[in-house]
């Protein structure tokens, strides 16, 4: 995830490194990482390259010079919920930013567009359920890019409200670190909605209270939640959404070592 091979004093963690982005793809590189998660974040959206022509240009040059793709997208910019929001004009506005999103996306072959419908955009109640099956109506995807939904509710849920919208192309990413720290059972989850899973966040949240740490040291229930990921029969991705603390590397080198292990175990 961009933000987490840079240092960033005074800045949120989840937040895009307007000044190092270039470098994280280099570092990306050198550590062995081969694919990076732009950020699109809601605090600087208008200076983010991804929102002009010349800024996907460079975006691209950049990705080709180091190796490193750009397989996803975290629209983390709609999680203050606009899209969800009673006013109609937020949320046209936040629906064609969308729109954008879904065309810049398809622009970059980007193939995993993130909705984090948690927080303001939670799926916990039937209203904002009804509002996402509408405005998802609406998309055209033309089998280019996936949608996938970071939720808060429960696989068996999910697993329903995916039925009814009944589209390849919405899919979900499933945060093994946020399940945790929410008290929901990871493994059960991923057997109701393995089908629907292109896409993994990898944390170790404690399930008590919810304390962010790096891979390995926390009550994240890695062993059986891998266990489980062996039977998606479609190979997901993994991205590492963790904590950079006092230095980057160090945390990189460690969650990368950690997360590799495991994946070498699906092979």
């Known amino acids: ?60 040059t950049v990705a080709e010079q180091n190796g490193v793709e750009v397989k996803s997208l975290c629209a983390h910019c709609f999680i203050d919920g606009q899209l969800f929001s009673d006013n109609s004009s937020l949320r046209l506005q936040a629906f064609q930013k969308l729109t954008y999103l879904v065309e810049w996306s398809k622009e970059l072959n980007i193939k995993n567009l993130i909705l984090p419908a948690i927080d303001g955009m939670s799926l916990s109640n039937e209203r904002n359920r009804l509002i996402l099956i509408e405005l998802l109506n609406k998309i055209e995807f033309e089998n280019r890019i996936n949608l996938i939904l970071e939720t808060d509710i429960s696989g068996k ?98 969650n990368l070592k950690f997360a590799k292990k495991w994946v070498e175990t699906l092979q």
């Open 1 to 60: 995830m961009q933000g987490r091979l840079s240092d960033k004093p005074e800045m949120p963690l989840q937040s895009f490194p307007i000044k190092m982005w270039r470098d994280e793809f280099a570092r990306a590189e050198k550590l062995g990482f081969d694919c990076i998660e732009w950020l699109l974040d809601g605090i600087a959206d208008d200076i983010n390259p991804i929102s002009s022509v010349s800024g996907r240009r460079e975006i691209r």
């Open 157 to 254: 849920e999910l697993h329903k409200l995916l039925k009814i919208i009944d589209n390849n192309n919405i899919g979900v990413l499933y945060d093994v670190g946020n399940a945790n720290a929410l008290g929901m059972n990871a493994e059960d989850d991923i057997t109701e909605i393995n089908e629907y899973i292109f896409e993994f966040h990898l944390k170790d949240r404690n399930s008590t209270n919810g304390v962010s740490s790096r891979l390995g040291e926390n009550d994240t229930p890695f062993e059986g939640i891998f266990s489980k990921i062996k039977s998606i029969k479609s190979t997901p991705f993994f991205v590492l959404e963790t904590p950079i603390f006092n230095d980057w590397e160090t945390e990189a080198r460690s």
